[in-house]
């Protein structure tokens, strides 16, 4: 990222703003958890269900069994967040390389490779992940594949469209007359610049992929018990709004302000990278 890209950056005080609040809810997830004199499955039999208090070091409440909403809250944000930089991760490295090779290599290849990306669009994306859950059994490193395997296509579909705006500019067509490989154009000459538009919709992702983990584990597909995310302590909140609301207040609020602090910097980074759109 260059300097007038940081500057300009860094003039957007929304942008600004919400990326010093995400580092902040980082580090909560990763140093919150140590705070708390409590163990993660471990009850507080004097103590359940009670509103957030800052009597027994139980800050955010506690949850119908007694255990301590400060430490699962940080630690679902921990996972949450996990979960969508893997996701994320996977969706990239599979959607770039595979929009960067169908756009280069174009013709008859092209075409097979994005008609299976409309194949994959069509498919139910709850259906998939029920069909995986199923077949391989649930497990946390299954969960971030599932997520990533078909969080790629969007991505696919945009380095495609600019790699077919690269592929006739003349210093792709000195690189072919040179004789340089087709794999090294694509990995020296494409994908450096295509870089932006993958960093802007990657801060994008990350939201939706986290938003994808929330919503599998609120229908109990996705972490499960003891662990604890934001999906299935806003389930477990739901089911107790009436009477103890905070148990749901609190981890919807984390996740709205995560949410939110990923989509406003998306927002700053486009802005950043092409500042006449």
Do not use: K
């Not at 584990?217 to 709004?241: D, K, R, W, Y």
């Amino acid at each position: 990222m260059s300097a007038a890209t940081l500057r300009h950056l860094r003039h957007n005080r929304a942008a600004t703003l919400c990326a010093v609040l995400l580092a902040g809810l980082a580090l909560l997830a990763l140093v919150g958890p140590m705070l708390s004199p409590y163990a993660l499955e471990a009850p507080d039999w004097q103590a359940m269900a009670i509103p957030p208090t800052l009597t027994d070091a139980h800050w955010f409440g506690t949850d119908r069994l007694g255990r301590d909403l400060w430490l699962r809250t940080w630690h679902g944000t921990r996972v949450s967040l996990l979960i969508g930089l893997l996701a994320t991760a996977v969706s990239l490295v599979i959607g770039v390389l595979w929009g960067a090779v169908a756009g280069y290599v174009g013709g008859r290849t092209d075409a097979l490779m994005m008609r299976f990306v409309d194949v994959l669009y069509s498919l139910p994306y709850v259906f998939f992940v029920i069909v995986l859950m199923v077949l391989f059994g649930r497990n946390f490193v299954l969960l971030f594949v599932a997520i990533g395997a078909v969080g790629w296509l969007t991505m696919a579909r945009i380095v495609r469209g600019q790699t077919l705006a690269l592929r006739r500019r003349e210093f792709i067509e000195a690189a072919v007359v040179m004789g340089v490989p087709t794999w090294r154009i694509v990995l020296r000459h494409i994908l450096p610049n295509v870089l932006g538009p993958v960093i802007v919709y990657a801060t994008l992702t990350i939201p939706q992929m986290i938003l994808f983990e929330s919503f599998l584990s609120f229908l109990g597909l996705g972490v499960q018990e003891p662990l604890a995310s934001l999906g299935n302590l806003i389930a477990a909140g739901a089911a107790e709004m009436e009477s103890a609301p905070w148990m749901l207040i609190v981890p919807g609020g984390v996740l709205v302000l995560l949410l939110g602090c990923c989509s406003f910097l998306g927002d700053g980074l486009r802005d950043a990278l092409d500042p006449r759109a």
